[in-house]
C-alpha cells in the first residue's frame, strides 16, 4: 500500500524502493499480490517512469510466469504480453496484448491496453490509429469510472489536436445499440456492410488490419450480432428507419445499404478543426 500510496502521488523512485524487495523475492515467497496479473502492466509504467530496467525486468518474467502458470486463461495470457509489450516498448506485442484482451470480462485490462497501445501508435506517427484506440480507452475508463486515467486521455488526445463533446458533459454512448458506436466504428460498420475483407477496409481507411478487427469484433458485441451477413441486414433495417420507410425483407437484399446503395460518413480523423470523408463503394443489385 505504501508503494502504491508513493505512486500514486508521483513519488516513483520511492515507489520501486518500497516495491523491489518484495518483487524481487516474489518467486520464493508464498504471498499472493505479485502474481495477480492485473498488478503487472501498472508495475511495468512505474519502472519505465522511474528508468529502473532490472525491476522492468522482474516485472515482465513475473508477468510471463503466472501466463505459465495458468495455461489456458486469456487474462494472464493477454496481461503478459501487455507487461512485455511496455517493457520493451513494441508495439506489435501490444497489439497482440489487445487482441487476446477483447474477448476477457476485464474492463480495465482492455482499457488500459487500449491506452498503451493509443499512445504507441501516436508516438510511431500513425495518428487515426493512435486515436481510435485512445478513444475507446476514454470510453472504458468512463464506464468503470476511473477518472483520473479519463483526464490522462484527455490530456494525451489534447495533445493531438483532438477534442471530444462528451469531455465536457461527462456523459458517454450507450453500452449496446447503434448510438453506441463511435464515429470510427460506423465508419468501419458501413464498410464492412457492403462486402470487402478487413484488410480492403484497412487500405480504404489508411488503418491496419488489426486496428479494424478490433473495430468489428467491437461493432460486433455492441450490435448483438455475430456474422457480416447479420451486419448487413442489421444496417439496412437501421437506414431504412433512419428513411422513415418499411425495411424490405433483408433475405431478399441482403447487401442493401440505402436507397441507392451508396453511402458517405464524416469521420473525426484530424482533430477539432479537420474531418476526413469516407466514400464508400457502391453496391451493384
Not at 483532438?162 to 445499440?177: D, H, I
Not at 436507397?259 to 470523408?277: L, Q, Y
Amino acid at each position: 500500500m505504501q508503494g502504491w500510496l508513493a505512486a500514486a502521488e508521483g513519488d516513483v523512485a520511492q515507489a520501486l524502493a518500497v516495491l523491489g524487495p518484495l518483487l524481487y523475492t516474489a518467486r520464493d515467497g508464498r504471498n499472493w499480490w505479485p502474481w495477480w496479473p492485473g498488478w503487472m502492466p501498472v508495475f511495468a509504467r512505474m519502472a519505465l517512469a522511474g528508468g529502473d530496467a532490472r525491476f522492468a525486468e522482474e516485472v515482465a518474467a513475473i508477468a510471463g510466469e503466472g501466463a505459465a502458470r495458468n495455461p489456458g486463461v486469456t487474462t494472464f495470457e493477454g496481461l503478459a504480453l501487455h507487461t512485455r509489450g511496455l517493457v520493451h516498448r513494441d508495439r506489435q506485442l501490444l497489439q497482440k496484448a489487445a487482441d487476446v484482451l477483447e474477448a476477457v470480462p476485464r474492463p480495465t485490462a482492455r482499457a488500459a491496453v487500449a491506452d498503451d497501445l493509443g499512445r504507441a501508435l501516436l508516438a510511431e506517427g500513425h495518428r487515426e490509429e493512435g486515436i481510435a484506440h485512445l478513444d475507446r480507452a476514454w470510453q472504458l475508463y468512463h464506464d468503470i469510472g476511473i477518472r483520473t486515467s479519463m483526464l490522462s486521455v484527455q490530456e494525451v488526445l489534447r495533445g493531438a489536436g483532438v477534442r471530444r463533446v462528451q469531455w465536457a458533459t461527462g456523459a458517454a454512448r450507450p453500452a449496446a445499440g447503434w448510438q453506441a458506436l463511435t464515429r470510427a466504428e460506423l465508419a468501419v460498420t458501413r464498410l464492412i456492410g457492403s462486402g470487402p475483407t478487413n484488410r480492403a477496409v484497412a487500405d480504404d481507411l489508411g488503418l491496419s488490419p488489426n486496428t479494424i478487427g478490433t473495430h468489428v469484433r467491437s461493432i460486433f458485441a455492441k450490435l448483438g450480432i455475430h456474422s457480416r451477413v447479420q451486419l448487413a441486414n442489421a444496417l439496412h433495417r437501421h437506414d431504412a428507419e433512419l428513411s422513415g420507410q418499411s425495411p424490405r425483407d433483408p433475405r431478399a437484399e441482403p447487401t442493401a445499404l440505402g436507397s441507392d446503395g451508396a453511402f458517405a460518413e464524416f469521420v473525426d480523423v484530424g482533430g477539432a478543426s479537420t474531418s476526413g470523408r469516407i466514400q464508400g463503394r457502391k453496391t451493384n443489385r
